[in-house]
Structure formats: structure tokens, C-alpha cells
């Protein structure tokens, strides 16, 4: 039995914003922009959102990547004083994520985003991403960088906070920069095979596995070659909103949180962490869902030594980090915490984390 939950509308495609004015016009609501430093304008996004509102609004701007929990207090804050009602997230995974946390924190009066039974309620949010990557506009989750407590990165994984509207313009993507079109494309890969890994797989997510895994094998190459090209573009962003559709039905699983503390300790982005591990979760996994992942790629027309090679190719790029033996501990102890972890398709042991490390970093 399978059960497919999505509480979203969507809008997608060219103009899809400017196309939909009455929708904003009709919520006639004081709107809370979250956002980052440049992504909003660079995008061409922040202008779209501009021209349809004919209420007041305020801007908050300080989202930076791997959204921080000071950050969302801050904001949630922001928008109390404000007198706001609605959230507008414009940006990659970073604001639609942090967005989701103010979401939570400005209705529920918790700093504990992670508890999911201190969320009673959130503040309705529209989401605009401007990556090609996360999926966060349709997912039920929130990946915050808890810097005041654990000090880790952790999930919020919450049906309160799908967005309420999400507007999907392939367009804002142009600007992204290769290093980032690679990165958040290959983020999207790694979702849609989760969709496969994932002991909650489902099998009314294959359609999107299939279509999206074919989209992002074919069109990532022909988009790095003419980035302003919208057809290529808008096929990386299908592949992504499937990739969010495909995690907020099955989740994610170690191929995510082995990276978390990547990102917290280091900086890495989101997709690097998950670029840098796909090889040997494959190798992993493999025994355990050898039909399942057989049979999409097939589907697909693609084979595994082809995939196997196209991770080999967008993940080159990567510059190693020294990681010492006591960081190591510290990861080996969050990545068993995350509750990722536990969907994935074998029993995850530290012994099998702390080799994976040990194979792909130089410990000190
Ligand atoms: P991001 O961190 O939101 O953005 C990466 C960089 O790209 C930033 O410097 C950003 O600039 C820039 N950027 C964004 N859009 C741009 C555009 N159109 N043109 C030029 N530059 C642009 O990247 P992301 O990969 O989309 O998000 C990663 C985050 O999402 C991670 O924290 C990850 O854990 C989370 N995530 C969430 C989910 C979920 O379901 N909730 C799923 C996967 C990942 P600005 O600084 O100006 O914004
Ligand atoms: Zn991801």
C-alpha cells in the first residue's frame, strides 16, 4: 500500500509569477520576503514578486548558505515586529529552508524548531526558488544549521511546513554560476535516487524518478554548455521539483546525513556533500536494491556503468578536507543521530560511516 501526500499548488513554468498576480492580490497580506544577499535580484525573481504586490511589505535579507538557527530567530523576530502575516521565500534551498524554521518560530513561540510537537501551527509561505536543486519548495522539510545547542546540521521534517504555493520559473536559474548549476543538479540526482534507496519507497514516485533521472543525465551537460538556454534549464528544474516530490513522500537517507557535518564543520555546499559520497553509497546499497535500481535505470535507457561515470565526471571537481580523528568521532556520532540514517536500505553501524571517511578524506 502506498499513501502520496502533497499539499502544495504550483505554478510552473516562463512569467509564472507576473502571470499570477491575482494570487498574491488576493491573499492581501503583509508579506515577510526571506531571502538571501543577491539571489533575489540577480534572479530577477525579487522584481516579479515586487510588481505584484500592492500591500506593504518587509525584506529579510540575511539568509546566508546553510541557513543558521541564530539567523531564523532573528528573522522570526523580524516578522513579529513587522506586523506580517504571509512568508514569500525567494532563493535556493538556503531561504526556502530558513523561511520554513520562521515559519515555525514567529506562530509557536519555540526556539525547539527540531521538537515536532512544540509546531502547532506555521505561518503560510509561498516559495520561489531560484536554484535548480532542493526540491524545498515541495518537500515537508527544513535543514538548519543549528549553531546556538548541538552545533550540527539537522532536519525539521514536518507536514505544516509544505509551502502553501510554490512558483517554479525555469528563467531565474540562468544566473546561476556552473559550480552551483552542477552542484544543486546533482543534489536533484541524489533525491531521485533516494527515491529508489529509501526503505519508504514508493512506487507512485517512479514516473518522477524515471523522467527526472533522465532529465538531469541528459540536460545537466547541454545546460553547463549553454547556461542561458531556458529549454535546458527548465529540464534541470522539472528533474528538481521531481526530486522534491520524490523525498517528501519517501525521505532521504544516509547518502544525506553522511554529508550534514560537511557543511556545518567545513562549509561545503549541499550538493558537494552529497556528490562526494554517491559513489560509495552506491557500492553500498547496491546488493540491497539491485532490482528496484535496475529497473529505473532501464527504464531510464540508462546503464549503471554510464551513471557510475557521469558522478565521476560532476564530482571531480571536489578539493578534500583534513578532517581530524576527534572530528571524526563527533560526525560518526551525529550522522547515526539523524533520522535519515534510518531509511537507509542496510543497518548503518559506525564502523561502516567511519570507513567510508576513511576511504575518502586524509584523517589526521
Ligand atoms: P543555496 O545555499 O540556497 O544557494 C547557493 C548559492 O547560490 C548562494 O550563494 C546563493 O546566493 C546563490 N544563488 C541562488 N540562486 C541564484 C541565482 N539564481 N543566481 C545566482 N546565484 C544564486 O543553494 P541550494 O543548493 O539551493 O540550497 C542548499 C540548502 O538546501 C542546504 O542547506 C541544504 O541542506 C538544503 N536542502 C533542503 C532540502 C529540503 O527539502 N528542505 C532538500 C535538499 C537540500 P544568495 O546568498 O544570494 O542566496
Ligand atoms: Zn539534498
Not at 56 to 70: A, M, W
Not at 244 to 255: M, P, R
Amino acid at each position: 500500500m502506498y499513501n502520496f501526500f502533497l499539499p502544495t499548488t504550483v505554478f510552473f513554468g516562463k512569467n509564472c509569477v507576473s502571470l499570477n498576480t491575482d494570487v498574491f492580490r488576493y491573499l492581501n497580506k503583509k508579506f515577510f520576503i526571506v531571502t538571501g544577499k543577491n539571489s533575489a535580484s540577480l534572479s530577477g525573481a525579487l522584481d516579479d514578486v515586487l510588481n505584484t504586490l500592492t500591500n506593504n511589505y518587509f525584506i529579510f535579507d540575511e539568509v546566508t548558505e546553510n541557513p543558521t538557527l541564530s539567523t531564523v530567530l532573528k528573522g522570526a523576530k523580524s516578522f513579529i515586529d513587522n506586523n506580517c502575516n504571509f512568508i514569500i521565500a525567494i532563493g535556493g534551498g538556503s531561504p526556502i529552508d530558513a523561511a520554513k524554521a520562521i515559519s515555525i518560530c514567529a506562530i509557536n513561540n519555540t526556539e525547539n524548531i527540531f521538537d515536532s510537537d512544540s509546531i502547532k501551527t506555521t505561518i503560510p509561505l509561498i516559495a520561489i526558488p531560484t536554484t535548480s536543486g532542493t526540491g524545498s519548495e515541495l518537500t515537508k522539510y527544513s535543514v538548519i544549521n543549528e549553531d546556538l545547542f548541538s552545533k550540527s546540521k539537522k532536519g525539521i521534517s514536518n507536514n505544516l511546513i509544505f509551502p502553501k504555493y510554490s512558483f517554479i520559473d525555469p528563467k531565474y536559474t540562468i544566473s546561476l554560476n556552473k559550480q552551483v548549476t552542477i552542484d544543486t543538479a546533482i543534489d536533484t540526482l541524489s533525491h531521485l535516487l533516494e527515491g529508489v534507496y529509501s526503505i519508504n519507497r514508493n512506487i507512485l514516485t517512479y514516473p518522477f524518478i524515471i523522467d527526472g533521472i533522465k532529465n538531469i543525465y541528459k540536460y545537466l551537460p547541454f545546460s553547463l554548455r549553454e547556461p542561458e538556454n531556458y529549454f535546458y534549464r527548465e529540464k534541470l528544474s522539472l528533474a528538481s521539483l521531481y526530486g522534491g516530490i520524490v523525498i517528501a513522500q519517501s525521505g532521504t537517507t544516509l547518502q544525506h546525513s553522511i554529508g550534514y557535518q560537511l557543511s556545518y564543520k567545513f562549509g561545503i555546499s549541499h550538493g558537494q556533500t552529497n556528490a562526494i559520497f554517491m559513489k560509495e553509497i552506491l557500492d553500498l546499497y547496491y546488493p540491497n536494491i539491485k532490482n528496484e535500481l535496475d529497473y529505473i535505470l532501464s527504464e531510464a535507457s540508462i546503464k549503471i556503468e554510464a551513471l557510475i561515470e557521469f558522478f565521476k565526471v560532476y564530482t571531480a571537481k571536489y578539493n578534500g578536507v583534513n578532517i581530524n580523528s576527534t572530528e571524526l568521532e563527533q560526525i560518526i556520532k551525529s550522522v547515526m543521530g539523524a533520522a535519515n540514517t534510518k531509511l537507509s536500505p542496510i543497518i548503518v553501524s559506525e564502523k561502516i560511516i567511519k570507513n567510508v571517511y576513511e576511504k575518502l578524506f586524509k584523517i589526521s
